[in-house]
């Protein structure tokens, strides 16, 4: 019992640390956007994401190796059918990545991590396109965080700021980019899916930089910094951190640690870049937060 305590007590620390990670990653994105345009800042932080998981990547192959007794068939079409959900998610992180990276230009990191946190709302409204029933008390909370978002978006006027607007579609790819990891975890390894899909987020981002941007070596070395922590820590390290977490960890208790992100999100822009919110926004942020607790209360009940 006393080793289980110590398992999930480790597990909720990995989680935690993720969710540092990634909140704290909103200041370094916004930071490194002052220096280069989005596709360059997510095209390179993104290669080097899938680049920071391959040495675990080859280790965990390794050990895995020697029980493995799948023939050379069954290897090439799980090899296939891993190929096809990393693209599939890559697609879906690109659109969803760059709404967000794009954001920076209008809106404060503040704003934006809780307008994304957004998804964990719009995963039970999309869900029921795929016959997922959810309960009375999910839709409650739905409409606080609909509320809560017209307060930290809506100004006086009615109107919805470009910012608001890339962040609010940034959540709604990202809500189907859980649905669909959730439709093919059982199907694929998590860590060499996490992999593909950079990598693929990072292709496309780069084409598109030499496309649309004007990427020039001076600029990025300016940037190099919220990169490489955007990069290796958000993509790598966070991603493994969680993968870690969850495997001692309730799922509801591990959402509500992964949700923590737009709090760091907060708190580091008013550390780091002395960003304020006025009283609405804050009271937006706080209404947002509690009804994405809520969302997750009747599942932990459920688990007792």
């Not at 029980?67 to 693209?87: A, M, N, S, Y």
């Not at 780069?206 to 910094?225: G, R």
Request: charged share 15%.
């Amino acid at each position: 019992m006393e080793l289980n305590k110590k398992k999930a007590l480790g597990g909720n620390l990995a989680l935690l640390t993720a969710a540092f990670i990634w909140g704290t990653s909103f200041v370094a994105q916004s930071v490194g956007m002052e220096s280069v345009e989005g596709f360059t800042f997510n095209g390179i932080r993104m290669l080097l994401g899938s680049a920071a998981l391959i040495p675990l990547i080859v280790f965990l192959q390794l050990k895995k190796a020697k029980t493995d007794t799948r023939t050379k068939e069954e290897k090439k079409k799980q090899g296939f059918v891993q190929l096809k959900c990393g693209i599939i998610c890559g697609i879906i992180l690109f659109c969803a990545s760059n709404l967000q990276q794009f954001a920076f230009n209008y809106t404060s990191s503040g704003k934006i991590g809780f307008i994304t946190a957004l998804y964990m709302l719009l995963v039970p409204v999309f869900g029921l396109f795929l016959k997922q029933k959810q309960r009375l008390f999910v839709w409650l909370a739905v409409l606080i965080g609909c509320f809560g978002a017209y307060l930290l978006c809506v100004d006086g006027e009615m109107s919805i700021g470009k910012g608001e607007l890339l962040t609010l579609g940034c959540a709604v790819f990202y809500a189907f980019h859980i649905l669909y990891i959730d439709s093919v975890v059982d199907k694929v390894d998590g860590i060499i899916l996490s992999c593909t899909q950079f990598f693929v987020v990072g292709v496309i981002s780069v084409i598109c930089m030499f496309i649309f941007e004007t990427p020039q070596l001076v600029n990025i070395n300016a940037a190099i910094v919220p990169i490489l922590y955007s990069g290796i820590m958000s993509s790598g390290i966070a991603y493994t951190l969680q993968i870690v977490g969850q495997k001692n960890t309730q799922p509801a208790v591990a959402s509500l640690l992964m949700c923590l992100e737009s709090v760091f999100a907060v708190l580091a822009g008013w550390v780091v870049l002395h960003e304020a919110l006025s009283t609405r926004e804050m009271i937006g942020c706080i209404v947002m937060f509690a009804a994405i607790i809520l969302t997750k209360l009747p599942e932990r009940k459920k688990n007792i």
